[in-house]
């Protein structure tokens, strides 16, 4: 079966959009439908499409990811773009996780366990503000991620923000520990030192 483009130009398959049960999909069906666009996501149940990315979100994930992994302890690791397993209706998509290097489970590994999520990143994009703001953070909390970043770009400078969280073990809700601007300097989950305004003039050590 095919499309044909407005102006008759095109002609391209038809993608068959997949039918819901239901009672919605679970976080295992993200490995079986066939055909899902990359980076698509599992939100209470509800498949969630990303739409093309920004180059300021290209190079923010590209900054931190980098700066992660040059001062992460040798126990730990750094993945992009990666889903991770909250419970069976949820399997969100943070851009940047860092994880014990014992949860690689080998190649063909396609999600993490909440439980080994030790920090979630997530930069925040046009479609996606009530997502990252509201909805994953509250259900990180909830899976017991201690650490949680949410980066914004100012508007003034296209520079990135980066609001720091840490998880309250007691409320299962974050705190705002601290908002970082041109730099950010945590001691945890470890010491952690960026200079947030290299996002366009980064380069990986020679």
């Known amino acids: 079966m095919s499309a044909v483009s407005e102006d008759g130009l095109g002609d ?10 239901a009672e919605g999909w679970t976080a295992d069906d993200l490995d079986r439908i066939p055909g899902l666009p990359p980076h698509t996501e599992l939100i209470d149940g509800s498949l969630v499409f990303m739409s093309p990315q920004t180059r300021f979100h290209m190079r923010c994930i590209r900054l931190l990811e980098y700066s992660l992994l040059g001062q992460a302890p040798d126990h730990l690791d750094v993945d992009r773009e990666f889903t991770v397993k909250l419970d069976q209706r949820n399997r969100p998509e943070p851009d940047l996780l860092v994880i014990p290097r014992e949860a690689d489970s080998g190649a063909h590994q396609t999600w993490h366990q909440s439980e080994n999520v030790i920090l979630a990143v997530e930069v925040v994009s046009p479609d996606s503000r009530e997502r990252d703001r509201e909805v994953k953070p509250r259900k990180y909390a909830a899976a017991g991620v201690p650490h949680f970043w949410r980066v914004e770009e100012d508007d003034d400078k296209g520079l990135p923000v980066v609001y720091v969280y840490e998880l309250d073990p007691a ?3 974050y705190g705002l520990t601290g908002i970082f601007h041109d730099r950010l300097k945590v001691s945890a989950p470890f010491d952690i030192d960026i200079d947030l305004t290299t996002i366009n003039s980064w380069r990986p050590p020679s």
Do not use: Q
């Open 12 to 21: 391209e398959p038809t993608y068959r959009w997949p039918i819901p049960p």
């Open 171 to 173: 409320t299962k809700a």
